[in-house]
């Protein structure tokens, strides 16, 4: 079995900060891509940003320049900055990793709120 524990989300005001994490657990070989993803109420999941076992990274245009992400392979852990919040940022975030050889899988999702 595989468990991804994401923490790190609250509440921020707009132009503020938060750092969000997602540590992985379980029986497997490695971990492969790592991501996070968003939802806000009454809109369809997004991606947000990418990260390959090798640290390339790809970002939703919408966060390119504010947020970064990052991963300790030695921790099977994920990190995702989120600066110069604004409200449109208000959702749902949640962490995804490729498992080998289990698949893919999803943290339980950490809230992320920002007042205006």
């Known amino acids: 079995q595989v468990r991804l524990v994401e923490s790190g989300g609250g509440l921020a005001q707009a132009g503020g900060s938060l750092r969000l994490s997602c540590a992985a657990s379980?029986?497997?070989?490695?971990?492969?891509?790592m991501g996070w993803y968003r939802q806000a109420p009454g809109k369809q999941r997004e991606l947000v940003a990418v990260?390959?076992?090798?640290?390339?990274?790809n970002y939703a245009d919408s966060v390119k320049g504010r947020f970064t992400i990052s991963r300790d392979n030695a921790k099977n852990t994920v990190y995702l900055q989120l600066n110069s919040l604004t409200p449109e940022d208000t959702a749902l975030y949640y962490c995804?990793?490729?498992?080998?050889?289990?698949?893919?899988?999803w943290g339980q999702g950490t809230q992320v709120t920002v007042s205006s």
């Open positions: 990260i390959t076992r090798g640290g390339s990274t």
């Open positions: 379980g029986s497997f070989f490695r971990i492969n891509d």
């Open positions: 995804n990793a490729e498992v080998i050889p289990r698949g893919s899988y």
